[in-house]
C-alpha cells in the first residue's frame, strides 16, 4: 500500500522548501528601504525582489500565513510597538473591492491588519466601506490618483490606524483617511506594508539594490 505523500510547506518569496519565509527573504524584508508616500503614508518596505513575491503570494496564491510575517515587519520597521510608537487606540484596513475578496475568499489588507492589531495588543475593526466604482487596475497614474471612494462609521472618537498591503500613488490610503476624518475620526495614520518604488526613488529613503529597483512593479492596484 503506498504511502500518502507528505504535505510540504515552502517560501511564499522564493518557494524553496521549508517555513513560509525562509531565512534569506526574511532578511531581505529586514534590509529593504522603507518609503514615505505623498499623502501621509508611511510604508515600511519598497516592493521589490523578495518584498513584492511575498505580497504577491498574499494576494494571489492564497498564502494567508504570510500575512503574519509582512504584519511583524510593519511594525518593527515603523517602531509602531515601542512606547508611545503608535499613538492608536484600534486598528482597521482600506478594504478591497467586494468581488475581489469574494474570489479570494478574503481580504489580504484586512489579515496584514489585523495581525498588526495583535502585536499592538489593540482591537481591529472595520470602520471603511468602499463605494462600487471602476476598479483601480488598467487606469491611468492620473485616473488611479483621484482614488477610490470609501464610507465610514460615524462618531468613533478614536485614534485609528489605517493599514494597507501595496500603495502605488497613495490615492487608495488617502482616500480611507479621508473618509475616516469626515466621519469624526480624531485622529488617523495611514501605513503600508511596502511602496512600489517611483523611477526616480522618490518615495525611496533607504538604500536597495539596483536590480530590484530595476524590477516592474506589476499589476498593484488590483486591490
Not at 510547506?9 to 527573504?25: D, I, K, L, N
Not at 531581505?28 to 518596505?45: D, K
Not at 472595520?126 to 485616473?143: C, D, I, M, N, S
Not at 495611514?190 to 539596483?210: F, N, Y
Request: glycine content about 8%.
Amino acid at each position: 500500500m503506498p504511502m500518502p505523500a507528505l504535505l510540504t510547506t515552502s517560501c511564499a518569496s522564493c518557494r524553496q522548501p521549508g517555513e513560509v519565509m525562509c531565512r534569506q527573504c526574511r532578511f531581505a524584508l529586514a534590509t529593504s528601504p522603507a518609503a514615505i508616500v505623498p499623502g501621509g503614508i508611511t510604508a515600511a518596505l519598497s516592493f521589490d525582489g523578495a518584498v513584492r513575491s511575498a505580497v504577491l503570494a498574499l494576494k494571489f496564491r492564497n498564502r494567508r500565513a504570510v500575512a503574519q510575517v509582512l504584519a511583524e515587519t510593519l511594525v518593527r520597521r515603523l517602531g509602531l510597538a515601542r512606547p508611545g510608537g503608535a499613538h492608536v487606540d484600534l486598528v482597521t484596513w482600506a478594504p478591497t473591492s467586494r468581488r475581489r475578496a469574494v474570489d479570494r475568499g478574503y481580504d489580504q489588507a484586512e489579515l496584514i491588519a489585523r495581525a498588526v492589531a495583535r502585536q499592538l495588543g489593540v482591537p481591529c475593526r472595520r470602520l471603511l466601506y468602499r463605494v462600487h466604482g471602476a476598479p483601480q487596475v488598467g487606469r491611468t497614474r492620473a485616473e488611479r490618483l483621484q482614488g477610490p471612494a470609501f464610507r465610514a462609521r460615524s462618531g468613533v472618537r478614536l485614534r485609528v490606524l489605517v493599514v494597507d498591503d501595496v500603495v502605488t500613488t497613495g490615492a487608495t490610503l488617502v482616500a480611507a483617511g479621508d473618509a475616516l476624518r469626515a466621519a469624526g475620526i480624531a485622529e488617523v495614520r495611514l501605513v503600508a506594508v511596502a511602496a512600489a518604488p517611483r523611477r526616480d526613488d522618490a518615495w525611496v529613503t533607504g538604500g536597495g539594490h539596483a536590480k530590484d529597483r530595476a524590477q516592474p512593479p506589476g499589476r498593484l492596484e488590483t486591490a
